[in-house]
């Protein structure tokens, strides 16, 4: 019996080390109902003693193993084989297996398949080491060798990675682009960082991460972030312990940029989740004035506070929601400068990132989702007071989602009308909408993202 990776004392391990802490990480993540992401911070935890280096080639490898999930199942079911972690693994090795002996994968490309000898090899039954192959398992091998990820015979929810449900709404949104759209979901997403006005600058901490031996630059669209060229451990960077930067891709930190809060005013962040855009907000408004984060989650509003306190912004206060039509909202009518809606969406855009989300959403989800989104849209907006400005954004590519629950609230609602975005934020440009925000991988290298800035018509001049 292979001995759990939990008792590895030594670091650096073996490339079968790394296959067989993968296997590990695998059946957690098949059998626990979290996110992968959550999955793995857990997981390596538990296992301080893996080095930074071994716990960015298993999580490469996992991640590799996620995005191309589909294509992998297709093969093993082309063969006859069930559909579990070992034999993902071995299919993958077989077609691709890049990041099993350190290398790295790119996207859809084969960046060095295994030979069934060099597989056997690394499955050699040792410490640490994956179980011996069985010769069933060696005939799949054979039957793969010589073979790629990719197939002509794949359907195109098998081939781009993308659940049939969602497969008609995304061509219908990206039509002729649909393809290269796809395409770049399936790449890696780069790291995104926002650096935090109220305890640093821009340029001083791209010195102190180049100092670092990073390649960092800014980001090319928003005003605080900086894009990291690499994917460093997390650890080792001082400024993310600090509160001088936080993780946030510039898409993300686009949004909350589009809400312009002032010093001074009174700002709502409708579902706030981890608080990655009230600290943007709060950080906008220089500290001064009033920010509350509200979610149905108080624990999520805990571990946001945390970060708050770490961010030196003093001017949040956490509300935690029984619903979206909790009583709080009811009392505070008419009260808020600005009100950000990030609604709860299938989360298409971020597939690039969470590539597992893709297959945990299903089809029934969206029939959920859509009048959830337009219940907390219509709730939040009694928030608002006159001439004030409302935020609706979601990080989905689905015009479901998007455009169209703009529009029904726009027909329900008309004290409210659309900002375009070239007048809420004139820098923006380039926007896959011509009033929104539309952002895709694609075209803007940052997930996929859709806001629409919506301004309260003024109260009404007394006769």
Known sequence: MVPPFSSLIVSPVTPAARLQATLELMHEVDSVARPADAVVSAWFRARRQIGDRDRGQIYDLLHALLRHHARIVWWLAKHGRPDVPRNRLLAWLALDGGTALGGKTSGNKTSGSKTPDQIHGLFSGGKFAPAVLTDHERALLVKLQGSTIDHPAMPDEVRFE????????????????????????????????????????????????????????????????????????????????????????????????????????????????AGGKTLAIAAQMANKGHVIACDVSDGRLKRAAERFRRAGLHNIETRPLASETDRWVKRHKGSFDRVLVDAPCSGTGTWRRNPDARWRQQEAGLDHLLPLQARILASAARLVKPGGRLVYATCSMLPEENEAQVAAFLAAYPAFHVMPVREAAPQLTGSAHPDHLSLTPARHDTDGFFAAVLQREPAAAPA
């Open 162 to 273: 993308c659940p049939s449900w969602a497969v008609e709404p995304l061509r219908r949104r990206f039509d002729d682009t649909f393809e290269r759209e796809m395409a770049a979901l399936l790449t890696p997403p780069p790291l995104d960082l926002r650096v935090n006005p109220v305890k640093s600058t821009r340029e001083a901490m791209l010195r102190a991460l180049r100092d670092l031996g990073l390649k960092a630059e800014p980001s090319r669209l928003a005003p605080f972030g900086i894009r990291v060229k690499e994917r460093p451990s997390l650890a080792s960077l001082p400024m993310l312990k600090s509160g001088e930067v936080e993780i946030q891709d510039e898409g993300s930190q686009l949004v909350a940029m589009l809400v312009d809060a002032r010093p001074g005013e009174r700002v709502v962040d409708f579902c706030a989740g």
